[in-house]
């Protein structure tokens, strides 16, 4: 028996070496000398001032504490104030780096970044019942990671590639019927509401319709009990926690996609087209749900589940291209659809894949100003997906029933 564990422990052990030597190369080579990963920035701060100072990490004072880090000085009108908006039961994933220097903590941050997001592939892989062979495979792991949105997590130090193992994880483990423990995974999407304020309810109405009561216990109650720690911790943070919500627009940059085509592409739409094109993608999305949660629907969710994706990355307040990792869920479906396609497929594949790798890029080195990303860069990842979902509906229908892509 030990002898048929051992080339497990070497090949962790391996793992861990060749993790620890890639972060070692990264803090050196990058972190020690450039500066920057503001998002994690931002929480580094912010829990820094609570854990060193005992200041709230929602206070004026640990959001100046995080400006002098990030511009040298307080904030200035029409700047991100780059205030922590986010459940105090983080502090679990960002307090321990607090004890680590910044550029290092960035350093082993950004690792964990990339092995969430190739651990997320992978598990999205087998639910989508693709086995590519291993030099594809390779090329799928690398587009990951270089495409715009992912990249720029990774740089930009972003919480949303956790949001997206959390998801990928949640739904492997509903897979295996380990449902308490996908629900339980599912909390961490929970770090960053925005990433799941959708597909949250989505998944819980689903597993209701199916008595998969575990899994809604799971979710429900590792969520009881962070909340009610983090209550101990600091009985005033659901509050104060609100009171950021609420004012969430005032001291953020950034709107939704569909903001900006209606105020800024096509201004005469206004107020009137965006309520009006929000209000339908969300029939649209619930007409979705309706076509997953019904007698024998399971065939629709992942299709379902990607309009969810879509839908609420286009009418999401404050959106942001970092967030859109979560796509690469139905994205990879699509991938998965387009290899398993006769003949011309796995040509295509490639094709599709070139281009969407270069043409971001291109678009944001033809648009950027300064550091700040156009608006343009927002509208066409969930515009484009959104068009292959609502027009290839039948043919990756017919590849979910082929392939038995089913929760």
Not at 11 to 36: D, E, K, M, N
Not at 320 to 328: C, E, H, P, R
Request: glycine share 8%.
């Amino acid at each position: 028996m030990k002898r048929l564990k051992q080339p497990h422990w070497m090949g962790l052990i391996l793992l861990l070496l060749l993790a620890g030597c890639y972060t070692w190369a990264t803090w050196r080579a990058f972190t020690q000398r450039v500066p920057g990963g503001n998002d994690f920035l931002a929480h580094y701060t912010a829990w820094e001032a609570y854990l060193k100072h005992g200041l709230s990490p929602y206070s004026d004072e640990a959001a100046l504490h995080t400006q002098l880090a990030i511009y040298g000085r307080p904030a200035l009108p029409g700047e991100d104030q780059n205030r922590l908006t986010y459940p105090f039961y983080s502090i679990i994933l960002h307090g321990p780096f607090v004890a680590i220097d910044y550029p290092l903590a960035r350093a082993i941050y950004m690792t964990l970044l990339q092995a969430a997001l190739f651990a997320g592939v992978i598990m999205t892989l087998d639910l989508v019942h693709w086995r590519p062979p291993t030099w594809l495979l390779t090329v799928i792991l690398a587009w990951s990671l270089l495409y715009y949105p992912q990249a720029r997590g990774v740089i930009l130090g972003q919480f949303a590639i956790f949001g997206f193992l959390s998801l990928a994880g949640t739904l492997f483990l509903l897979r295996r019927n380990r449902d308490s423990s996908a629900g339980a995974l599912l909390v961490l999407s929970t770090v960053k509401p925005t990433l799941v304020f959708l597909v949250t309810p989505f998944l819980l109405i689903w597993a209701v319709t199916r008595r998969r009561w575990r899994f809604v216990g799971g979710f429900l109650g590792t969520l009881a009990v962070l909340t009610l720690g983090s209550l101990v911790a600091l009985p005033s943070w659901i509050g104060e926690l609100w009171h950021r919500i609420t004012r969430y627009g005032q001291y953020t940059i950034g709107q939704s996609p569909v903001w900006l085509l209606t105020h800024v592409a096509v201004p005469s739409l206004g107020l009137s087209g965006e309520t009006v094109i929000a209000a339908l993608l969300v029939a649209g999305m619930l007409a979705a749900w309706w076509l997953a949660i019904r007698p024998g629907g399971d065939v629709e969710f992942h299709w379902a589940l990607g309009v969810t994706l879509v839908v609420s990355n286009l009418i999401v307040p404050r959106s942001a291209t970092t967030n859109y990792v979560l796509m690469l869920l139905p994205v990879l479906w699509v991938f998965a659809a387009l290899d398993r396609s006769p003949e011309w497929g796995r040509s295509l594949l490639l094709t599709v894949m070139l281009i969407s790798l270069i043409g971001p890029w291109w678009l944001h080195f033809v648009t950027v100003h300064g550091n700040a990303e156009h608006p343009i860069m927002f509208i066409p990842p969930p515009l484009i997906l959104g068009l292959v979902l609502a027009f290839g509906r039948k043919w990756l229908i017919r590849d979910a029933q082929a392939a038995e892509v089913m929760p």
